[in-house]
């Protein structure tokens, strides 16, 4: 008799139409009730390429390996926060694909009950090669970082060779039947924004989604607000080429505004962070390589998770202390001329 009623009211609150849904997780909502169902965690701080906009010129001071989290640790961390209601996990870095152990750390996430979606964020470097065993351990989302078409530009753009690769990355999962190959495309006035209509032009014949991301600052990018590009600029000009560009349905967590132009296979989109910012829908957690917590990309304040694992603490006291920092979190970001001023890692010490 006891199970039969707990089963009826298991029915009644997550069954029924219009009867609710069994609460989110306290611990991930945040006082504007926002409930934060996506994690994305960073990997490692290092990279094989030195993106203007990622990383100073003169690199970054690493953290020792010591200090960042462990395989175990990343898997402890990314269980709980699945168990609170977490549905979807990012894995980025630095470069996520240099990290050794990848594909076990995939490989156990899709053991986690409750996780529908595994992705990476790539600069694509590695990807070709590693592939198809990523999608044998479970990847199931790719986004891969890619600023322009010319070769000798991307030299330019992130210090090293490689173009070729990251063509050979895209094909290759295009061809594993990813769809839509996200592509990301931070655009920079006086360096691509020239080369948007030829990254829509991809989007014709292939089954991707081309992202532009509006210049954002971070510390040690020499961001100004002249090298910005919004989007509202972006559009027009992509209008001008195609003027029946429609937009796309906007999830309720969306942070790309999309488009298709019609008849197209794919589909371009827009992370308007700056311009016209999407604080009010944000779901997105981050978790450094070094094991801070972040309820904001643009915040500067973390909260070491890492320490507290390597105390020895319980579930409950990391679920109080992620609780707390997710209560702190504010309504929106301080604006891109704020943000500017702010001290901030770099993006690469972030991960994505």
Known sequence: TLRRGLLTVYFVLCVCPGAGFLPFSAFLTDNFGRRHSYLRISLTEKCNLRCQYC???EGVKLTPRSQLLSTSEVLTVAQ???REGVEKIRLTGGEPLIRPDVLDIITELRKLEGLKTIAVTTNGMNLARLLPKLKEAGLDLLNISLDTLVPAKFEFIVRRKGFHKVMEGIDKAIEMGYNPVKVN???MRGLNE?????FVALTEKKPLEVRFIE???FDGNKWNFKKMVSYQEMLDRIRQQWPSLEQLPLGKTDTAKTFKVPGFQGQVG????MSDQFCGSCNRLRITADGNLKVCLFGNTEVSLRDVLRSGASDQELL???GAAVGRKKKQHAGMFSISQ?????MILIGG
């Open 342 to 346: 702010m001290k901030n890692r770099p």
């Open 194 to 198: 020239d080369e948007l209509l030829d």
């Open 270 to 273: 827009f992370i308007t962070s």
């Open 215 to 217: 210049y954002m600052p």
């Open 55 to 57: 990383m100073p010129e």
């Open 185 to 187: 495309c931070v655009v």
């Open 320 to 322: 109080d202390i992620i």
């Open 80 to 82: 709980l926060f699945v």
